[in-house]
């Protein structure tokens, strides 16, 4: 892709570095003065994707096409303390008004009323992680309008 800076050298130079970090840059022009008494350069500059970012593309159809659609449910998942005392088990967020008033806030705690689909994971941070990926990815990946090279999935 084919870009022309026009700015004064320095902004034309700034930019073009912002590019070259951005981008791969595949050809940078000489800079040529505009007519007249302007101060203004202009310089070509085609940039391409980089490799890297295609994958990162490829990667996030992928999760889109295979798990995030799925996931769009609204249920919000917690992680709860299980057995082992450890914040190592994850399961829906808890809607019934059976639920214990001191367990609303932050749900730590197992009870009768709940979804009794606890997943243990015998490790705290996978926990924590799969939480968060399970609340937040399926409505990033819907939210966010991916710049993929090769059109959408
Ligand atoms: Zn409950």
């Known amino acids: 892709m084919r870009i022309r800076l026009m700015d004064t050298p320095d902004q034309v130079e700034a ?15 000489d800079e040529y003065a505009n007519r007249g008494t302007s101060r203004m350069v202009r310089r070509y ?11 990162l593309d490829a990667a996030v159809r992928r999760l889109r096409k295979t798990a995030a ?3 769009v449910t609204g249920r919000r998942w917690r992680v709860v303390i299980t057995d082992s005392e450890s914040a190592d088990g994850i399961m829906p967020v808890c809607a019934s ?13 197992v009870y009768d009323c709940c979804d009794p689909h606890l997943i243990e994971t015998y490790c705290e941070a996978l926990a924590a992680f799969l939480v968060a990926a399970l609340n937040d990815v399926p409505t990033l990946l819907a939210a966010v309008q991916y ?6 999935a």
Do not use: I, M, N, T
């Not at 500059?45 to 890297?52: I, T």
């Not at 710049?147 to 959408?152: K, L, M, R, S």
């Open 45 to 55: 500059v085609d940039l391409r994707l980089r490799p890297k970012d295609a994958e």
């Open 147 to 152: 710049h993929g090279a090769g059109g959408a």
């Open 97 to 109: 008004p059976e639920h214990p008033v001191d367990d609303r806030g932050q749900q730590w705690s």
């Open 15 to 29: 930019v073009a570095a912002v590019l070259r970090h951005a981008f791969d840059v595949v050809e940078e022009s």
């Open 69 to 71: 659609h799925r996931l």
